[in-house]
Nanobody
Framework: QVQLVESGGGLVQAGGSLRLSCAAS????????MGWFRQAPGKEREFVAA????????SYADSVKGRFTISRDNTKNTVSLRMNSLKPEDTAVYYC??????????????WGQGTQVTVSS
């Protein structure tokens, strides 16, 4: 099993920045990719960004391209999400996620508890 713990959420004004971090523990050697999803009130959980553990290949949702940057530190088993130019529509609970299998945008099987990001207008 893999455990994920997020940190860094909070309240920020539109146009501001936040950095989310996630630390993985447990059977981290099985992890192939890590990423972030988010869920806004009344909406389904959606993919935000992901990164391959081995080669650092990244993928982003169209809605965050150019504003968010995902990075990893394999020595510490952490993944971070730098969020710039935040918009009110970015308000959501952000979930850190990890997977064992191939690919980086779907099929995640480990989830953190979530951290709230609120962007005020």
């Amino acid at each position: 099993q893999v455990q994920l713990v997020e940190s860094g959420g909070g309240l920020v004004q539109a146009g501001g920045s936040l950095r989310l971090s996630c630390a993985a523990s447990g059977r981290t050697f099985t992890i192939n990719a890590m990423g972030w999803f988010r869920q806004a009130p009344g909406k389904e959980r959606e993919f935000v960004a992901a990164i391959s553990k081995r080669d650092g290949v990244t993928s982003y949702a169209d809605s965050v391209k150019g504003r968010f940057t995902i990075s990893r530190d394999n020595t510490k088993n952490t993944v971070s999400l730098r969020m710039n130019s935040l918009k009110p529509e970015d308000t959501a609970v952000y979930y850190c996620t990890a997977k064992d299998g191939m690919g980086i945008t779907t099929g995640y099987n480990y989830w953190g508890q979530g951290t709230q990001v609120t962007v005020s207008s």
